[in-house]
Structures are given as structure tokens and as C-alpha cells.
């Protein structure tokens, strides 16, 4: 079962724009980590949030984290068409050593 | 480049061979773990190794299996193939003890496809 789901499945928007990804999880959890994956290849970390944070920022990401409801959110600001990737939010669910992953969201920036 | 490193790229099997993939862990790293990915998905937990011992293992048959040397790399072997096992297969090296609380640091992947 997939203790992590983003939403949407796959967003299409113009470069400038903003892109933001949703996350939900189900179990508690100590942090949750986005990554990226370009053409189905490797996996390339892009952010880690630990439970006791709110918002994270690296460059023009910016990751938010609610604990309470269970969710996260990535923020992608002005967005290049280089960033066009499948992003995943992973959560090590409490008291195991592996992450779960979400089935992603397809970014697609136009120029 | 994580410094991960997978062979090989692609692979073709017919159903019921076996295969071996492997995996070079980044330096200084002693913590691999391997996921499955079906197109479409996202990586799947197969089994974590940490100092060459199972480390936990996820919701994958026992024909999955796997293997950690003592300079940290790994290969993940496969019997008895099946028309599902296609996919494109991760390995991921991190550095401490195994913790959750580290970023996976991936390799490109080996694309199988089973015939």
C-alpha cells in the first residue's frame, strides 16, 4: 500500500510559472523527503523536512510540512523547462528503516 | 552524479531465467537498499543491507534476493523470472547506520525486461 500520494498526478504549465505538488501520507513519521526523477532514470534528492519543521527552502524550492493533516506541499518558483521531472514525495514510516514512495507527479514546463 | 553506480543498464530475460544486477555504492557509504519500479510508479522497497546483513525487507518474494560485500556493494539476484518483474530496478546508498533519517543517494537504474 502506498503510504505516500501526491497530488496532482500531472501538471503542465508555462515556464515563469509556479508549480505545486501535494503530498498526503497516512503513518507518523520523523521526516519526509521529495525527490526527482528525470526520463525514469535515478532518483536525485532534492529536500528533506524533519517532523518538528514547518517550511524548508533550497533555491527556488520550498517545502512545507503539516503534521496534523498528514501532509506536505512543494513549491517549485518560477519554474524552467529544465525542471520538467516526475517528483516524489518518501516517508520512512515510524520504526522502519525504508522509505515508502508516492507514485509521483508528472511535471511538464512548456517554454 | 551520486557516485552510485548500476550494471548493467538494460537487460532482456525471457520468463524464468534468472538475473543478477549490481550495484556500487558511493564511497563511504555502508547502507544499500534496492526498489523495484513499474512504469508509471514509484520505487517500491525490495531490501536493505547494512554491513552485509539483511537489513529489512519489503513485500517481495522470496526469489528476490540479495547480497552486500565487504566493500559495500550489492547485488540483487532474481529467479525464476515473470512477465511483472519488468521494470526498472533502483539501488540506493546511504552513509551512517541505516537510518531513516538520511537522504538515498540513487543510481541510474537497470531496466529489465522479461519476455
Known amino acids: 500500500s502506498q503510504q505516500g500520494e501526491e497530488d496532482p498526478q500531472a501538471l503542465s504549465i508555462q515556464e515563469g510559472e509556479n508549480a505545486t505538488m501535494n503530498c498526503s501520507y497516512k503513518t507518523s513519521i520523523n521526516n519526509l523527503q521529495w525527490y526527482r526523477q528525470n526520463s525514469g532514470r535515478g532518483l536525485v534528492h532534492l529536500i528533506l523536512i524533519r517532523s518538528n519543521e514547518r517550511e524548508k527552502h533550497s533555491g527556488r524550492l520550498r517545502v512545507t510540512l503539516d503534521t496534523s493533516k498528514k501532509s506536505s506541499s512543494l513549491l517549485i518558483t518560477a519554474s524552467r523547462a529544465a525542471d520538467t521531472a516526475s517528483y516524489f514525495c518518501a516517508t520512512p514510516p515510524g520504526g522502519y528503516n525504508k522509505l515508502i514512495f508516492g507514485a509521483g507527479t508528472r511535471l511538464a514546463v512548456h517554454p | 552524479e551520486t557516485g552510485v553506480t548500476q550494471s548493467p543498464t538494460h537487460l532482456i530475460k525471457t520468463r524464468g531465467q534468472q538475473v543478477t544486477l549490481r550495484c556500487s555504492s558511493q564511497?563511504?557509504?555502508?547502507?544499500v537498499s534496492w526498489y523495484q519500479q513499474a512504469l508509471g510508479q514509484g520505487p517500491q522497497f525490495i531490501f536493505q543491507?547494512?554491513?552485509?546483513?539483511?537489513?529489512g525487507r519489503g513485500n517481495f518474494p522470496p526469489r528476490f534476493s540479495g547480497l552486500q560485500f565487504p566493500n559495500y556493494s550489492s547485488e540483487l539476484n532474481v529467479n525464476a523470472l515473470e512477465l511483472d518483474d519488468s521494470a526498472l530496478y533502483l539501488c540506493?546508498?546511504?552513509?551512517?547506520?541505516?537510518?531513516?533519517?538520511?537522504?538515498?543517494?540513487f543510481g541510474s537504474g537497470t531496466q529489465l525486461s522479461v519476455l
Open positions: 564511497s563511504g557509504h555502508n547502507t
Open positions: 540506493a546508498s546511504s552513509p551512517g547506520t541505516a537510518s531513516t533519517n538520511e537522504k538515498l543517494f
Open positions: 543491507y547494512y554491513r552485509e546483513e539483511e537489513n
